[in-house]
């Protein structure tokens, strides 16, 4: 399982601006070495180096190793679409590798720039402490500017759990008013991410509308504090699901929604609120967070799973009289429609697994 860390650089003010100044410079060459290969089609890194190392080297008086880099961020972007012509950022993303970055243990990270090497102070959390203690980094890491502070993404190679033996599979439904709902009966409730979503609107909306230099300055803060909370939210409901399935020796059932937003249709006021539903971020946090506690997972076909009886297994569109409740028309079976739903699920995950519990 590969992990990707977001490792905080405390640089002063004339570090700050090295890297500032070679980042342009980068993205700059970027451009250029981008123009050449679309227009003479030239998009192998070999025959693209052989074509413009030297030139680079001289107009942008970028390391060597630095070139290579450009060179290969520019092939690498062309390998999913040649069809247009590819532009980098002033502040797009640098590509690091051991010959340009080394860490001094967890304190400082040694940075190379178009003036020499700098040596910025690095800030972990605990779990990042955790996670890249001991570990190798792994290739490349990346150098990001974001909001104003730069950022190392650096990618840790930690082992898989080993796979559990499992007894049945916890079925989890996934959903806006609820974000998951669980085949034990435990509700992640939507209320909250939702009433932020719906302020956060609001506020655009005002904002935009009024349109001075202070809107905009604020409009710029809080773009992304709704998707930082979302992403906080996930994270944590896909840590007590994992650890609730490893808990009780069962593997863990997703519907596979793939394309669902194809699919369905909805009225024009609930459209925003379905576009911004974070249902495939959930399932990576799950999946990932499952492979590294040896908790299995599986996707099943979400089809008919909230109309479907758990009891006698008739369905009736009818059996969901309203989005809250379930009521079978054949057995009389009531209860909450997404609990019903997470019990279908975690069943078809049975099904589509024999020899569980048999282990």
């Given amino acids: 399982m590969l992990v990707t860390l977001k490792i905080k650089l405390l640089t002063d ?14 993205n700059e060459a970027c451009n250029f070495i981008s123009l050449l290969a679309f227009k003479n089609r030239m998009f192998n890194k070999v025959r693209l180096q052989q074509e413009c190392y030297y030139e680079v080297r001289s107009k942008f008086k970028l390391s060597a190793q630095l070139v290579i880099r450009a060179i290969s961020k520019v092939t690498e972007s062309y390998k999913a679409n040649k069809k247009a012509l590819h532009t980098f950022k002033p502040t797009g993303a640098i590509i690091y ?10 304190a400082y990270a040694s940075i190379l720039t178009m003036t020499g090497r700098i040596l910025a102070p690095m800030v972990f959390g605990e779990y990042q402490k955790g996670v890249i203690e001991g570990r190798r980094i792994r290739g490349q890491a990346d150098l990001v500017l974001v909001d104003g502070t730069f950022y190392l993404l650096v990618v840790i190679e930690l082992p898989d759990g080993p796979l559990s033996a499992t007894k049945d599979f916890l079925g989890v439904d996934l959903g806006i008013k609820n974000i998951a709902v ?48 979302t992403t906080d939210t996930n994270h944590g409901i896909a840590k007590k699901l994992v650890a609730k399935a490893k808990g009780t020796d069962r593997g863990i059932a997703l519907e596979d929604l793939k394309g669902i937003r194809e699919r369905i249709t909805v009225r024009k006021p609930q459209r925003r609120q379905h576009n911004s539903w974070a249902f495939y971020q959930l399932r990576q946090f799950i999946q990932y967070k499952s492979a590294l506690a040896g908790v299995p997972v599986i996707l099943v076909d979400p089809k008919n799973t909230s109309r479907t009886c758990p009891q006698c ?3 009736d569109k009818k059996n969901r009289p309203t989005r809250d409740n379930f009521c079978c028309q054949s ?13 279908n699920i975690g069943r078809r995950a049975v099904v589509m697994q024999p020899h569980v519990g048999t282990a």
């Fill in 313 to 315: 297994g008739h369905i």
């Fill in 13 to 26: 003010s004339e570090q700050h601006s090295k890297l500032l100044e070679t980042m342009r410079v980068f």
């Fill in 182 to 229: 669980d085949s034990a009966g435990e509700i992640f409730s939507g209320d909250k991410v939702n009433g932020i979503r719906n302020r956060q609107a609001k506020l655009r909306a005002k904002l935009q509308k009024k349109g001075t230099k202070s809107a905009k300055r604020l409009l710029k803060k809080c773009s992304k504090k709704e998707r930082r909370f």
């Fill in 97 to 106: 590798d051991q010959r340009l970055l080394s860490f001094k243990g967890l």
């Fill in 331 to 343: 057995c009389g079976c009531a209860g909450p429609a997404d609990s019903i739903a997470a019990i």
